[in-house]
């Protein structure tokens, strides 16, 4: 369903060109142009953010908004929503909070992103644009003309040569311990490492894998509380081909688990498990060295180990580009928000850092 005209003519592109816009307010009405866009994040697919969206949008006013050039070429999909806090009405990237990356889709220079999202943002009345989780390796804020909100880690692993040569370039510890590690398992055990993709059997291997994640994290973990949204997110993936469920299994018993989601030649970690009997065993980490083999062998290009600075992720990556956030005032009365917002979190940075 289109919401609003059909198309706005708008800003100028980086180039000079004008940027058209349509609005729509249904998933179903965008996904043909959405699906013939270049994807490479599970979080960019327009199944990930259909079901988030049916899980966490009621109340929400949803604007998909598709802008194009003048002859018509897709330059970026915008998808955008409007949540109403304490009387201000705030957009933020359909997926925010629960994304790990978000952002304008399609592969436009960031000028053009940039250019094409603020076509979006002059179409939809709001007080507050919240930008969350963007691409760190690039100047946001800047190009957004907003302030710098935050950034967090995102480490990630490129991969260049084979498996031994990306072993060479870490520690002789790491490298100890990958070899060491999974040779001792199978000495004790016999291990079996175990690829579920196949939809049908998804629903029994997720019961094991949300076991094995709640024996390790309690209830200390995001993922538990929307087990619900994670199972749907799995169930997709899996028909689109997406889905990088890894079990362990140790004598026929599951040991340790790993959930991630392969989109073209990334490959994204999102949750692990592990039995507690086997925690001396480093079973989560021979499970994980394991995943990462295999994606290197299948010529992945990255493995993103997305939001989050846990240390384990950093003994695998190899850099972190980062994500920022970005915010910016839509009206005036966006403005004393906007700037209390930014004086609170400058503090808990200094609170953080000691200062």
């Not at 804020?141 to 302030?147: D, I, P, T």
């Amino acid at each position: 369903m289109r919401a609003g005209p059909p198309s706005v003519e708008s800003q100028d592109s980086p180039s000079g060109a004008k940027l058209e816009l349509e609005s729509f307010d249904s998933f179903e009405a965008v996904r043909e142009t959405w699906c013939s866009l270049p994807i490479r994040s599970i979080f960019a697919t327009w199944g990930w953010n259909r079901t988030w969206w049916r899980h966490f949008g009621r109340g929400r006013l949803l604007r998909l908004n598709v802008i194009r050039d003048e002859q018509g070429s897709v330059v970026a999909i915008i998808p955008l929503y409007v949540w109403r806090q304490r009387g201000l009405r705030v957009v933020r990237f359909v997926g925010s909070p629960h994304a790990d990356e978000l952002g304008p889709l399609g592969d436009a220079s960031p000028a053009e992103q940039a250019a094409a999202l603020d076509t979006a943002l002059a179409e939809l009345r709001h007080d507050v644009f919240l930008g969350e989780q963007l691409d760190g390796e690039l100047p946001w804020a800047e190009l957004l003309e907003g302030h710098p909100w935050r950034v967090e880690a995102g480490p990630v692993l490129r991969f260049e040569g084979t498996w031994d040569e990306y072993l060479e370039s870490k520690s002789a510890n790491f490298r100890g311990q990958v070899r060491r590690l999974e040779r001792r398992l199978r000495k004790r055990h016999r291990a079996v490492f175990r690829l579920v993709t196949a939809p049908e059997r998804l629903d029994c291997e997720l019961d094991v894998f949300f076991s094995l994640h709640r024996e390790r994290w309690r209830n200390s973990s995001n993922a538990l509380r929307h087990e619900s949204f994670h199972r749907d997110v799995a169930a997709v993936a899996a028909r689109e081909g997406f889905l990088r469920l890894w079990m362990l299994d140790l004598d026929g018993d599951p040991a340790a688990g790993l959930l991630g989601y392969r989109v073209g030649d990334i490959e994204s970690y999102v949750q692990a498990g592990r039995g507690l009997a086997y925690a001396s065993e480093s079973v989560g980490f021979v499970l994980m060295a394991h995943a990462v083999r295999t994606a290197l062998t299948d010529r992945v290009g990255e493995y993103r180990f997305l939001r989050g600075g846990e240390s384990f992720k950093y003994r695998f990556a190899n850099t972190d580009p980062g994500r920022e956030s970005v915010v910016r005032a839509g009206t005036r009365k966006g403005r004393p928000a906007v700037a209390a917002g930014l004086a609170v979190m400058k503090m808990r940075r200094r609170w953080t850092e000691g200062r």
